[in-house]
């Protein structure tokens, strides 16, 4: 059982560039988000997902995209990459609201 | 945005002794209390967690405490071992919202 697979697990991107982290859950959690860890710091909700077809913003989304067009993937897009963007990005689900979030193991990002 | 205050921000405690760490919040209606257990270049992951109508759950050497006058729950890691060496986060959790993270406890158990 993978739980929640990240993609890619390190990049580098120059300012102004695009990416798409990719997530991905085998447990049929209707429940996905995105998270931001700075070092050192706690982690920061940029966008949560209730089931396919319906995201909300969380306390950071601004600087990123989201999509959920089925149950399984939950891709965050970043536009115009900035270096305030350099950070490790976590994404989780869960199989309810509040229940125990199962963590990818994160992607590193740098934006030089 | 609920706030939480976790502390100390790090924690230094020999191999044996036990480790406490503190999380306290505004909201009076939280409707369940989690922590998270993050090791280097992991993800962080489901420690423990207790409900507001009990106040103290243990399993094995991690217990977690409630003290509903003062708005806070701790975390007691007993018999701390190296192995416990790892970043430590409260989540509480209000129905109708997301979790929110403290900002964490660095825990290093010293052999």
């Known amino acids: 059982n993978a739980g929640v697979t990240q993609t890619p697990k390190f990049r580098i991107l120059k300012i102004g560039q695009s990416m798409t982290l990719q997530c991905t859950q085998d447990?049929?959690?209707?429940?996905m988000y995105w998270y931001r860890q700075d070092p050192g710091m706690g982690l920061k909700l940029i966008y949560y997902?209730?089931?396919?077809?319906?995201?909300d913003k969380g306390e950071v989304p601004n600087g990123y995209n989201v999509s959920r067009s089925t149950t399984e993937d939950f891709p965050l897009r970043l536009e115009l990459a900035a270096p305030s963007q350099t950070s490790v990005y976590f994404c989780a689900s869960s199989s309810r609201e509040g229940g125990g979030y199962t963590f990818g193991s994160g992607t590193r990002l740098t934006v030089v | 945005q609920q706030q939480v205050k976790q502390s100390p921000q790090s924690l230094i405690v020999q191999k044996g002794g036990i480790s406490i760490i503190n999380c306290a919040y505004e909201?009076?209606?939280?409707?369940?209390f989690p922590w998270y257990q993050q090791f280097p270049g992991k993800g962080p992951a489901l420690l423990i967690a207790i409900r507001p109508d009990v106040s103290e759950k243990k399993e094995g050497r991690f217990t977690i405490s409630f003290n509903k006058s003062a708005k806070q729950f701790s975390l007691h890691i007993m018999d701390s071992q190296p192995g416990d060496s790892a970043t430590y986060f409260c989540?509480?959790?209000?129905?109708?919202?997301?979790?929110?993270f403290g900002g964490g406890t660095r825990v290093l158990v010293k052999p």
């Open positions: 989540a509480p959790w209000v129905a109708g919202n997301k979790l929110t």
């Open positions: 909201n009076t209606a939280f409707d369940y």
């Open positions: 447990m049929n959690h209707n429940y």
């Open positions: 997902s209730v089931g396919a077809g319906i995201t």
